[in-house]
């Protein structure tokens, strides 16, 4: 392919995408494909010869579109926003064109630089800690992961790194070995999947501390936790708090978490994937109390700032504990600015040697949209969260399970999980919204979280129509089932041998 | 933002793109910036209201350009090809439009079965056994990882889960902290510095054996290894070999390496980031020798397959080793069909929870070259390296440091290292070239790597005659210095208490 035909190619995507994007509400939310769909439908070795862009364009709408869950749909209300925008997606496409590696300031400084430059403009919208910012003297600063994953994984390994070193120090009796066996981390069980995978990876157990029954984890459980591993001879060495939980965006309380890692030397971790937005306005400023006593922290910018994913920011108070852990240098990786000045070799505060111009289209996205456009999206998200919530509380057939939390909405049909389970099936059957289910002390309830590209009142109403319409329907079929088991179960006790019950009826 | 502005920023960024990569030759392709150029250029916060995308075209042609380090450029030659092509930039930014989640088959069936038919493909493609493909009966398969790190990385986290569980019921005397304290893995001195981080990250020391005088990793250095640690009461867990190492693109011998594997059931993984390609070529079919015998094998797809990073095929022969020792699920991840099929949940298999559509660039970029394209390509690569080794053979004050290999040079000046040394920082500073330096057995040398998306013989001749020219420049001078040395050297004579010398002076 030309530049020629590239022109055309790239301009014609240009118009699928805006295609897609404008009329999104004509797609079901989710596809209605069985498994194996696509390895039916495609050939099973590459092309020999190549083949027109055109004809690729015309597979897409023919094969992939089928097979896509429409993320950015209004009707998309499952796990957290994964938003793009229309200036994050040309950012991508500028940075793959310019097909840059960024694991050095020599690798191309401008890539380095903007991500100082974003990732500090970004720490002052969301009010962060000033000792987080890289303009600031001092070790701390921000970087771009992958993903939130990665960003919990790095502090993890940084702080059981750490935690080796000073304890070779202050008990040299210890091997190594000794001491790897005895190290700690602690989370909530609310967190995220990724905390107790992140365990996994660094082979050092996360214990899931019992979350309070508002399902916020605090500082006494953790002290109780510590205090009775140290006395097994254990040795603690992070906690991962969460802003806000995966289930129901609980918001695990940071001041008094702090008071017991710095008391136990303890790493204070807070993985604020999707909550951390909402540092940027006033009215939620009591969710930022503690954010100036924790080592590291974490905010996805495809979840509230409109960039695409792949794009987590991480920022540490010292920066130095990571490249310390990190950092395996080669002869072709130094350069002649290296150490010279303040400007970061990214490359050591990550897993990967390899990284993107991620900052690109950060840049370009904030800069299109201004601070007040970021503020007014996700205010947006708060107002139809509430238009959600106060739906649900004028329907008596309904409970909520946890209260609002920005732009998620945690709710239950009143009576046996089996309603909620059925609704849910429904709904799923029906591919016109899209929610998870999640569980808490064994009652099941759904996770209405506002998300996709550009949600309006009206896509509140849809979702709302459909959840009320499904629930009368499952209903008039428990009654018809009760009623029919009613008779069923008469029947039985007149046919001995005979061994049908609701339940079995019910499924 | 709205549809119609983003018809117009994403025409004219296709336009920019295209002009940028058709225009490449005009930049040098080292910039001329310092170290801070482009913290002073730009705002100290984000915009508080939205700026015009052209604006932001004109930033970045005005402040990002310049600080760009053009590795689309032929005239770059350090590290390995990081090569995007036209069809690739296009399947980013479609990817960024869908703007999906793929950690499970129902966030996108499209996004988990493209990546199975695009593997598939790709294995084909190589030759690679059989046994990796996820069309063949048996728990083997393909996935994408973020880069050649993550790779490897995920191979030994999942050697060493498994190590742990067999020696805990092989030897249940021993401790789960002291199995992990006994583990040991293996890799050449020549590989590159993510295997050496992968055994950070993992606590697991990596033991970095010599390579013969070829720079090539044998089955003899690994079992005298072996022999020595497991008689020292330690557990060896994997061995990373290279095809080829990031020095100078040297093969392991993986077949004798294959074999001491077997006989300790150690995992064998081999990163074929780079020379991976050539398994395309019947005329390099030597290369896959072994493979057949290897537990898992990475190889990236921006070094030879023009998908732009990040992008790294990886594949496993067994991936349930993997998927065991990283599943953590939750219940908001579980799905219908979960389990139920062939299709794989990628999640399991990598790091991350999060994944993007990557399978869809390289698609996209498979089709519209076909495997006849792809072909071409890795052979205009060594045809190309082909032309430079000749051009260094011809000149006899260079000497090649290793055999050329595929598209990789290694080169120096004869003579003292300072001589290459001041070679490079000339060209460095000149920014026509950038190639960087390597080492072995306290020689210097330089790597000429062919690079960029559409190298040609002419820019091969430019490199050389920039080599060429700066090399007698640079012996020019040190004649001039060694001269003023003498004299100055006849001086001191004369002048006691004066300590010049020759060293002093040609810094």
Same sequence: chains 1, 2.
Avoid at 54 to 77: A, C, F, Y
Avoid at 382 to 388: D, M
Avoid at 395 to 412: K, S, T, W
């Amino acid at each position: 392919m030309d530049a020629r035909e590239f022109r055309e190619f790239g301009k014609a995507a240009v118009d699928f995408v805006a295609d897609y994007l404008e009329n999104i509400r004509d797609h079901d939310v989710l596809p209605s494909v069985e498994p194996g769909y696509l390895l039916d439908l495609l050939p099973k070795q590459m092309p020999e010869t190549p083949e027109t862009w055109s004809e690729v364009l015309k597979d897409i709408n023919r094969v992939i579109k089928p097979g896509i869950t429409h993320w950015q749909s209004p009707n998309m209300h499952a796990y957290y926003p994964t938003s793009v925008s229309y200036p994050s997606i040309v950012g991508e496409m500028l940075a793959s064109g310019f097909g840059i590696m960024g694991f050095s300031w020599i690798c191309s400084p401008a890539c380095t630089e903007l991500e100082v430059v974003v990732m500090d403009w970004l720490a002052k919208f969301l009010n962060l800690p000033e000792h987080f910012l890289h303009e600031n003297e001092g070790p701390g600063g921000g970087v771009i992961q992958g993903s939130a994953s990665e960003a919990v994984l790095v502090a993890v390994l940084a702080a059981r790194e750490q935690a080796v070193r000073r304890l070779r120090l202050s008990q040299p009796e210890l091997s190594e070995s000794e001491i790897r066996g005895k190290l700690i981390a602690y989370s909530s069980d609310q967190s995220n999947s990724c905390i107790e995978k992140a365990g996994v990876l660094a082979a050092m157990p996360i214990k899931l501390l019992p979350a309070g029954a508002d399902l916020v984890l605090r500082g006494d459980a953790l002290k109780q936790a510590i205090e009775q591993d140290v006395a097994a001879g254990l040795i603690p060495v992070i906690c991962i708090a969460s802003l806000g939980t995966t289930g129901t965006c609980a918001y695990d309380d940071i001041e008094s978490l702090a008071s017991i890692c710095e008391q136990n030397e303890v790493w204070l971790h807070v993985d604020a994937a999707y909550a951390g937005g909402a540092f940027a306005l006033e009215e939620c400023s009591e969710l930022r109390r503690g954010l100036e006593r924790v080592d590291s922290l974490n905010f996805n910018l495809h979840k509230f700032m409109l960039v695409n994913f792949d794009c987590a920011a991480m920022w540490l108070r010292d920066a130095n504990k990571v490249i310390d852990s990190f950092n395996v240098d080669r002869i072709y990786l130094k350069h002649k600015h290296e150490g010279q000045t303040q400007i970061p070799d990214f490359r050591h505060w990550q897993i990967p040697l390899g990284r993107r111009f991620r900052a690109l289209k950060v840049w370009i996205t904030f800069r299109t949209l201004g601070a007040e456009g970021l503020r007014a999206h996700i205010r947006k998200h708060i107002t139809l969260a509430k238009q959600f919530e106060d739906l649900v509380k004028a329907d008596e057939r309904f409970e909520l399970i946890a209260p609002r939390a920005l732009g998620l909405v945690c709710f239950r049909a009143k009576g046996e999980n089996e309603i909620t389970s059925q609704l849910l099936q429904r709904l799923m059957e029906r591919k016109k919204i899209y929610m998870v289910k999640a569980e808490h002390c064994g009652r099941l309830f759904l996770r209405f979280a506002v998300c996709g590209m550009d949600p309006k009142p009206s896509d509140i109403e849809f979702a709302w129509t459909e959840i009320q319409t499904q629930l009368t329907s499952v209903c008039a079929e428990q009654q018809v089932n009760t009623r029919k088991a009613g008779e069923l179960s008469e029947l039985t006790t007149h046919l001995s041998g005979l061994h049908v019950t609701n339940a079995t009826l019910q499924r």
